[in-house]
């Protein structure tokens, strides 16, 4: 299981599109919608592992087009924040990673989740995952 | 305010050891500020504590809590059933919280999670930087508002030493010298003759060579005493 927390401006909406459009990308990613990556906390980055997440996308808007002009460069700083706290822990730090596109990229929205999935499937399941 | 850090996680761990039931406090104040035991960080430590616990294949009750202050009795007073029922108390307060708790709690087992490193100012967000040593004896007066005792590597009171160059400090070229700064502004502000004079030996008693210090004001005590 993937999250995704996506900006309202631009990752969500080109979720939403690469929908519209039909392209196809893995199923296992689960949607939560920020008003701007800016929102991010730390902590919800590491409620999501705690809770089983494999791995966490944050899907901001492009470099320089944030709605609220730094938000998308506060998540990246999160986030980096964010890969050395799992590290310290012993997770692999690129179960969590930061993407940039616009509303308007469908395309980017299905290689990005296509992205990380493969990245997931490669270290394998969350041993915080529940167990069966 | 007091600045802090967090202990590296290992420390925190070891320090927790075996203990089944964590609570963490934070406190809502300096640390809060200095983002290094406010209720973001004690939510984070949670986490990573559980988290790291459960990877290691044993569960740990892990709890947090903030106080406004915890370095003062009320705040930690409404706390109290959380405490009872924790095998220890993770503190993220300065060493005064650590210690006020460990005080008001002479059952409980606390622990720092932080380390305390000294009061000071944030330079910008993300750097704070050492501005007063608590000597018991203010000079600021003298130096043009900077502290010697804080920011001059030695202390010296009659700067700057042979080690000053280009307005750095000779025991880091990133530690500006106090004494340059001392000079630079009181020439700017035509008041060079306040350290003209040779300022005699601070008095250490008011320092920590006094022992462990205490302030009294009978204006302000609520038990009636002879003397007021
Ligand atoms: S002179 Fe003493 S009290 Fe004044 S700022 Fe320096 S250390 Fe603090
Ligand atoms: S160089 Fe300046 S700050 Fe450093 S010890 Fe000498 S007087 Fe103090």
Redesign the interface.
Known sequence: MIIAFCCHYCAYAAADLAGSLRIQYPPGVSVVKLPCTGKL???LV??A??HGADGVMVAGCMEGDCHYQQGNFNARRRVNYAKT?LQ????EPDRIRMFNMSSAMGKKWADAVTEMDETVRGLGPS??GRRA | MIVAEQKPLKEIQSLVGEAQTVLIVGCGTCVTVCFAGGEKEAGILGSLLRMSARMEGHEKSIGEVTVQRQCEWEYLDAIGDRIAEADIVLSLGCGVGVQALAERYPDAIVIPGLDTKFMGLPLEQGVWAERCAACGQCILGLTGGICPIARCSKQLLNGPCGGSSKGKCEVNPEIECAWQLIYDKLNAQGRLDLIMEITPPKDWRTGRDGGPRKIVRQDLRLVVTEEA
């Open positions: 906390d730390v902590q590491l409620d592992f705690e706290l310290r822990i012993g997770l041993p915080l």
